[in-house]
């Protein structure tokens, strides 16, 4: 028997509470979390969030397991120009970044929206492979295909 993971619900579930949601649950809710502080608040934002940061090793784990490499090495990248800058990847490290001449002096910053966004379609996809050996079918809430 099937069981249908709907995005839109999960993400409601995890914006309450991301600790009651299954692995599999959370990663997808992590995903969207990501992609929504990315088109609400800039790239920035879900690093910022004292909520969403506490997931980011759970969200790179997520993604090796599902292989989604093109996706992991955006966060990398961002990791490797956070630290290059002197700045930690906490929520404290990125707001001192952001807030430093440092980041002012980048012309202009590098944008990671869009090399996540890229990978977006494919990320999705990974996703589904990963959830149909379990029977899971995932119904993306942006989506009216199953």
């Not at 999960?10 to 600790?19: F, K």
């Not at 996706?71 to 290059?84: D, K």
């Not at 966004?117 to 809430?141: C, G, N, T």
Request: a negative charge; one cysteine or more; aromatic letters at 12%.
């Amino acid at each position: 028997m099937q069981t249908v993971f709907d995005t839109g619900e999960i993400y409601n579930r995890g914006l309450t509470d991301p600790t009651a949601l299954s692995p599999d649950e959370r990663l997808i809710y992590l995903i969207q979390e990501i992609e929504c502080y990315s088109a609400m608040e800039g790239w920035d934002g879900f690093f910022r969030s004292p909520v969403a940061m506490p997931y980011y090793n759970e969200l790179k784990d997520g993604l090796r397991m599902i292989q989604a490499n093109a996706s992991l090495e955006v966060l990398i990248a961002y990791e490797q120009e956070i630290i290059g800058l002197g700045f930690t990847v906490t929520n404290d490290g990125i707001d001192d970044m952001l807030a430093s001449d440092v980041f002012d002096a980048l012309d202009p910053p590098h944008n990671y929206t869009d090399d996540w966004s890229k990978y977006s379609d494919e990320l999705w996809e990974l996703l589904r492979e990963h959830l149909a050996p379990k029977e899971i079918v995932l119904r993306l809430h942006f989506s009216e295909n199953p």
